[in-house]
């Protein structure tokens, strides 16, 4: 069965500098969910989007963006990086439907050097 | 604004016996309350969820859990561990009154079972 597919799975980047994540969810899932998870930490939700539309917003720096495009894809675009960015970015999908359970990629892995 | 609680950082077992996770949460409206597993360097994988109905839900390989209401908790339980269960617990929260856009996580329990 087809699963949340990120890419890319790890990721160095120096400070200051730009990274671009991104997340393909399972088909006919409509809505799309970015998880940061520090070191020996629990998922801290970023931002979801519901139809290219972005439906709720949680602790993610002013410094990253990001968008669902036409064809559900999610990109989630960091600049200036620190070092504290370092981390797993979790993307996962599921149908809109609270009741339903999200799926969950395998993230990808940010090392800021 | 909804939160979910893991009093425990570790729960330690060993094979055969029972293990609970335990979990707490709080919510403005109804909560969909969900467990899920995370293995090293891996995502987190769904076991189990409550969204209506019978207070026991039963999941993947063998873990079940209760809903209590007035108690507002969601423990996570099996009847006989493996020593394959030691991993990363996470319980999570979504309100029915945000629309479900947002799946808050508590921090995690580490379970480790011992042969």
């Known amino acids: 069965a087809a699963g949340v597919i990120q890419s890319p799975r790890h990721l160095i980047k120096e400070k200051r500098e730009t990274a671009t994540l991104k997340c393909y969810p399972i088909?006919?899932?409509?809505?799309v969910y970015w998880y940061q998870q520090g070191p020996g930490q629990d998922p801290q939700f970023l931002i979801s989007?519901?139809?290219?539309?972005?439906?709720d917003k949680g602790s993610i720096p002013d410094r990253f963006s990001a968008q669902q495009f036409s064809d559900y894809h999610s990109e989630l675009n960091m600049s200036s990086l620190e070092l504290g960015d370092s981390a797993l970015y979790f993307c996962?999908?599921?149908?809109?439907?609270?009741?339903?359970?999200?799926?969950f990629g395998q993230g990808t892995r940010l090392t800021v050097v | 604004a909804q939160s979910v609680a893991q009093p425990e950082d570790q729960v330690n077992v060993a094979e055969g016996n029972p293990l609970t996770v335990k979990c707490t949460y709080s919510?403005?409206?109804?909560?969909?309350l969900f467990w899920y597993v995370q293995y090293p360097n891996r995502g987190l994988q769904f076991l189990l969820k409550?969204?209506?109905?019978?207070?026991l839900v039963k999941g993947s390989y063998g873990f079940e859990a209760e809903f209590n209401k007035s108690q507002t908790s969601f423990h996570l339980k099996k009847p006989s561990a493996l020593v394959s269960d030691s991993a990363l617990y996470f319980c999570?929260?979504?309100?029915?009154?945000?629309?479900?856009?947002?799946?808050?996580f508590g921090a995690g329990t580490r379970l480790f079972v011992k042969a």
């Open positions: 996962a999908s599921s149908p809109q439907d609270p009741g339903t359970e999200a799926f």
């Open positions: 088909p006919r899932h409509d809505t």
């Open positions: 989007f519901y139809e290219k539309m972005q439906s």
């Open positions: 919510v403005s409206g109804n909560p969909y």
């Open positions: 409550y969204i209506t109905g019978d207070n």
């Open positions: 999570a929260v979504r309100d029915s009154n945000t629309g479900g856009f947002k799946t808050i």
